[in-house]
């Protein structure tokens, strides 16, 4: 069977029955299984149409029609999975509309979470990561989900790599090549030699938040200067 729809939240491929409705190519809709056979308990997809129809798949489109995938999933009860760097043991569930677009799955942010009641209540602060972007039916947002919901306070920073985000995140990055000074005796008796030390670097933040260690350059003044 082919191939004609891209799922919105993992760009999936899947084959979808138009079930008798005019669809074209470009649209953006929900299909579903209808395994539960309920509105309220079945999970409504949202995808982009890619081909003609093709009858007899298990997924079957619905006459809604929308202007995008993220204008679709904010409708269709889409949650963003935010995983704690540091611990890797708390993941806070994010409504979609937090963010205002698809965030990338892996993308980490260093930002301000809000969770007003529910097990993980309270405030929480630091490197999460996007582990997943999901859709989940009407009836288990609003029943298991829509207590423990995460609203984000602040997005202090966003623009850290896929694939070491959350060690820049959490302890920033050095540039540049590592600069040491030799410490010389003086005088200098037989036996002894020069010996080598690590000084201190300049230590900033860049435009987004992320602390750089600049390893070649040696900060003299303040309290960690190396005249003090």
Avoid: K, W
Wanted: charged letters at 10%; glycine letters at 8%; aromatic letters at 10%.
């Amino acid at each position: 069977m082919a191939i004609n729809a891209l799922f919105c939240t993992d760009n999936s491929e899947q084959s979808v029955d138009f079930s008798g409705l005019s669809i074209s190519v470009g649209s953006y809709i929900t299909v579903s299984d209808f395994t539960e056979g309920s509105p309220e308990l079945d999970i409504f997809l949202c995808a982009q149409i890619t081909d003609g129809n093709q009858p007899g798949s298990s997924f079957s489109a619905t006459s809604n029609v929308y202007s995008s995938c993220y204008d679709c999933l904010v409708q269709n009860y889409t949650l963003v999975g935010m995983v704690d760097c540091l611990t890797n043991s708390i993941t806070l569930p994010v409504d979609i509309t937090q963010f205002g677009y698809i965030p990338t799955i892996n993308t980490v942010f260093n930002l301000i979470i809000d969770v007003p009641s529910g097990r993980n209540a309270g405030r929480y602060s630091g490197c999460y990561y996007v582990s997943t972007v999901t859709q989940t039916s009407e009836d288990e947002y609003i029943n298991t989900y829509s207590t423990e919901l995460g609203i984000i306070n602040q997005i202090v920073s966003s623009n850290f790599s896929l694939t070491n985000g959350c060690n820049e995140c959490l302890y920033g990055f050095s540039s540049g090549t590592e600069s040491t000074i030799c410490e010389i005796c003086c005088p200098c008796t037989t036996g002894e030699t020069v010996t080598e030390v690590v000084v201190p670097h300049p230590n900033y933040s860049n435009g987004q938040n992320q602390s750089i260690i600049q390893l070649d350059a040696i900060t003299l003044g303040g309290f960690n200067g190396l005249n003090n």
